[in-house]
């Protein structure tokens, strides 16, 4: 294992090396770096050109450019990293630095949306395979495949942005637009869980039925001019995910783990009014965190305690419920601040962003910084969500059906046991081995695979940094943005080599 | 399986024991392995109707605004070329109308005029005619490549297989739009073919590793053996027995990779890096006219179509080619077939002859 890691280690800082020196040829033989200065008409051209040349050494030929680049690189191993400077004489490190914070801002939420959605489709799709689902999906994922995201970018901002803040000025919703919305959510749940004619007919009428109620209830109470959740909508999500947590994760048939679950779901609700009214107005990101984290380690504690023969189980759903609920309340802190935001001069009413990464001069407090940052991630998330969607969802469906025809499942079957235990415990937990080597290679390439999307939306992050330096051929930034994805592709390679070994007893590393 | 198997079974006549064929047997018997092939891929519906679709995409851009290229120029049968302005009808608005009544036709400027006058027919076939161009280089090129390289290291393993692996690791390191964009900075305004033939040798690498795997697996079979055996050279080993076996995974990467392409090359010239102006391609034409949305969306809608439709029809051949392709494809008879089946046997049993 040692060695085998050693090796890979090893043969990966050769090849990097090699691509480095590869990279830093094909950028700074690409053009002539002086070529805009030349053609422009400063009174001082020649020395600004001279010192321009000297800043970033282009006297030396770019083959021995490269070993000076080496070099100041090479001083990360004694923690003295020198990426260079750019070609406005800015220390490329600090740029780097800025860089990846925002990306990661980007690409961090969007990518973990993605892999939910996408297991979760690829699931049910493989479950119900041939269906009417199975094929609206397929065609689908087939679809966003094909997509050149920069176009869907301006789609987004078109309907998105621009269409949806207009509609926020007047929020109207027509009856053929309810009507509409409610049919298409019923027949979307009516395909998603399936089953006989006449349970398909009775998941059709509910599930249009109350997404009709729902969309006049907003409309009635003015929902989207002063959106809230309120005590009740806290209680049925609360009671709602209870149960549904519990009936995926250990089954409804361990009174143990619901009562646990319920019993998490009821302390939350009792949380709701001192939370909003008292720890809300003074809230700040490390307290945010830690209420998380507590939340969770308080509904796995009371899950623990209702546990019964199997604690453990059972304090696992009770978490899962209180971060559920946690984050029904953090919503609601926010959606009680939307007014604030949405009528602040900054706004003036158009709160979906097209462009940046924040409001410049906004002010407000942590809850108005955070809608504020979540009105600038929501176009390019849908973006990055519908590109990195549809491999998954295929990879997710293909493995899941290459497991469901294996005989252990149909050993399972035959031994009685619930559809749920085949499914989520023999079923998935096999399925999700060869699904985590493709998610440790999404995340390698998520850094340096969002170029295009920064360039549409207008983010300063990794792909600025590079299409920035390979515009003005300069050499700097783009090996800095170069290093970073190519060491993150090489370590998570290696991760999902190990993540399969670790989790397929039948692979050995040697 | 075997309930499914006899229920589609024609029940013996004789009274014997019955036929021990299964479905995926029955359905192959007698053919080989072409005919296998283009059976299951033409039972495909959507590679099927991508097929015809494409073709009409590719015939509809090659035919209308003629071929101009290397100094060659063969007029097509649209009236405009991609560069002409014409004077502005009616603000440019698409004159395309497949509505029954006045005005039905395609009209003088099917799908628009820009601010100046250019027709957006004109230049989006011209544009579908770079893109579709550069996507055949790039899949030409990176698959010639992908398969010299991987049957070389794949065939003759040792120390050229580590060092060409080790460079193909090395090309892989860098994702394929940065190093399609530093190419592309570099030849761009050479014009699409040239731009197509540089993207091409940095397009390999996937393909490389597949046939090296292939080879690898293939060259220890019995069938190889025996033609060593015989006296067969390692070239004709390797080009009539291992690459045949071989061409599945080949095609069906070849045509993914394709559709990749097109996304890159439209992508790269969205950037700014693919094909320069006064050239055009369908990413140019995107970005040229992004900001104009609001006011004359149809300049920005019909590149974007072309490029979907391209991308998805050959997204749709390659899974008919990997279902075509793949000998564990099972073709499962629909609920309704196997009724019907059902109903035949319990008849036939009822009433025997």
Request: hydrophobic share 50%; aromatic share 10%.
């Amino acid at each position: 294992m040692a060695s085998f890691v050693t090796r890979r280690l090893i043969a990966a800082f050769f090849v990097l090396l090699a691509a480095t020196f590869l990279m830093y040829m094909l950028v700074a033989l690409s053009g002539d770096p002086l070529e805009e200065l030349r053609q422009g008409n400063a009174p001082n051209k020649q020395q600004l050109m001279d010192s321009l040349s000297m800043r970033l050494n282009l006297d030396v030929p770019p083959f021995l450019r490269y070993f000076l680049w080496l070099g100041g690189v090479g001083q990360c191993f004694v923690g003295q990293c020198d990426f260079g400077v750019n070609v406005q004489g800015l220390p490329v490190l600090t740029l780097l630095e800025q860089a990846m914070g925002s990306t990661l801002q980007l690409v961090t939420g969007a990518q973990i949306i993605a892999i939910v959605v996408g297991l979760i489709v690829g699931i049910t799709t493989a479950l119900r395979q041939y269906s009417g689902y199975d094929y609206s999906i397929t065609f689908a994922s087939f679809l966003f495949f094909s997509l050149p995201i920069f176009w869907v970018a301006v789609l987004l901002k078109q309907y998105i942005a621009i269409g949806f803040n207009n509609w926020l000025a007047d929020p109207l919703i027509g009856v053929p637009v309810v009507i509409g919305i409610s049919i298409v959510s019923g027949l979307l749940w009516m395909s998603f869980l399936g089953g006989a004619a006449k349970r398909r007919l009775v998941t059709l009428g509910v599930a249009t039925a109350s997404t009709a109620a729902m969309l006049v209830y907003f409309e009635l109470t003015n929902w989207f001019t002063t959106p809230n959740v309120g005590i009740v909508g806290v209680a049925v999500t609360a009671i709602a995910a209870a149960l549904g947590v519990t009936a995926i994760s250990v089954g409804l048939a361990n009174k143990h783990a619901v009562r646990g679950a319920l019993v998490t779901a009821v302390v939350g609700i009792a949380l709701y009014y001192p939370m909003t009214y008292f720890v809300f107005p003074g809230m700040n990101l490390p307290l945010f965190l830690a209420l998380a984290v507590g939340a969770i380690i308080g509904g796995g504690v009371i899950g623990y305690f209702f546990g019964g023969r199997d604690r453990w189980q059972s304090a696992r759903t009770s978490a899962i419920v209180a971060f559920i609920i946690g984050a029904v309340i953090a919503l609601e802190g926010f959606l009680m601040y939307w007014n604030a935001y949405f009528n602040s001069t900054r706004i003036n009413g158009r709160p979906i962003a097209t462009i940046g990464s924040a409001t410049p001069n906004l002010g407000g407090n942590f809850w108005i910084q955070g809608i504020d940052t979540f009105t600038h991630l929501l176009l390019p998330t849908i973006a990055i969500i519908l590109i990195s969607f549809a491999s998954l969802t295929r990879y997710t469906r293909a493995s899941m059906l290459e497991v469901m025809n294996q005989d252990y499942i149909r050993t399972a079957r035959s031994k009685g046991l619930t559809q749920r235990t085949v499914v989520v415990r023999h079923a998935l937990r096999n399925a999700l081995i060869p699904i985590s080597t493709v998610i440790a290679l999404d995340i390698g390439a998520l850094i340096g695979g969002a170029v295009i999307t920064e360039t549409v939306f207008g983010w300063s992050g990794m792909g600025q940094l590079f299409l920035e330096g390979l515009r003005h051929i300069d050499p700097n930034p783009v090996m800095a943005f170069f290093v970073v994805t190519g060491l993150l592709a090489v370590v998570f390679n290696l991760v999902a080599d190990l993540l399969y070994a670790s989790l397929d007893p039948r692979i050995r590393v040697s | 399986m075997s309930e499914l198997n006899s229920a589609l079974q024609v029940p013996p006549s004789d009274g014997g024991s019955a036929d021990e064929t299964t479905i995926e047997q029955r359905q192959t018997v007698g053919l080989s392995q072409g005919q296998i092939v283009r059976k299951r891929f033409f039972h495909h519906k959507g590679a099927v109707i991508s097929i015809i679709v494409l073709a009409f995409v590719i015939v509809l851009a090659y035919s209308s605004v003629g071929l101009h290229m290397f100094g060659i120029s063969i007029p097509g049968w649209w009236q405009w070329h991609w560069n002409a302005t014409p004077p502005l009808i009616n603000r440019g608005v698409p004159t395309l109308n497949l509505i029954p009544g006045p005005g039905f036709g395609i009209g003088p400027h099917p799908f628009g005029q820009d601010q100046i006058g250019k027709d957006i027919f004109a230049l989006v076939m011209r544009g579908a005619q770079q893109s579709i161009m550069i996507m055949v280089l790039v899949g030409a090129v990176g698959t010639g490549l992908g398969v010299l390289i991987g049957s070389l290291a794949g065939f003759y393993r040792g120390i050229g297989d580590a060092l060409l692996m080790r460079f193909t690791d090395v090309i892989i390191t860098i994702p394929f739009l940065v190093i399609g964009a530093v190419v592309g900075r570099a030849v761009g305004g050479f014009g699409a073919p040239v731009l197509g033939l540089f993207l091409g040798l940095f397009a390999w690498t996937g393909l490389a590793r597949l046939v090296r795997g292939e080879f690898l697996s293939l060259r220890e079979r019995e069938f190889v053996d025996a033609a060593r055996v015989s006296g067969a050279s390692d070239k004709r080993i390797i080009f009539k027995h291992i690459l045949p076996n071989s061409v599945g995974v080949i095609i069906v990467s070849a045509t993914l990779l394709m559709a990749g392409a097109i996304l890159a090359e439209t992508a790269l010239s969205f950037l700014g890096f693919g094909v320069q102006s006064p050239d055009t391609s369908l990413g140019v034409i995107v970005s040229e006219n992004q900001a104009a949305f609001a006011t004359r969306p149809w300049l920005f809608w019909w590149p974007g179509v072309f490029i979907i439709v391209i991308a998805l029809t050959v997204n749709f051949i390659g899974d008919g080619l990997r279902d075509a392709f793949d000998p564990r494809q099972k073709k499962m008879p629909s609920p309704k077939a196997l009724a019907k089946a059902l109903a035949r046997r319990a008849h036939a049993t009822r009433t025997p002859k």
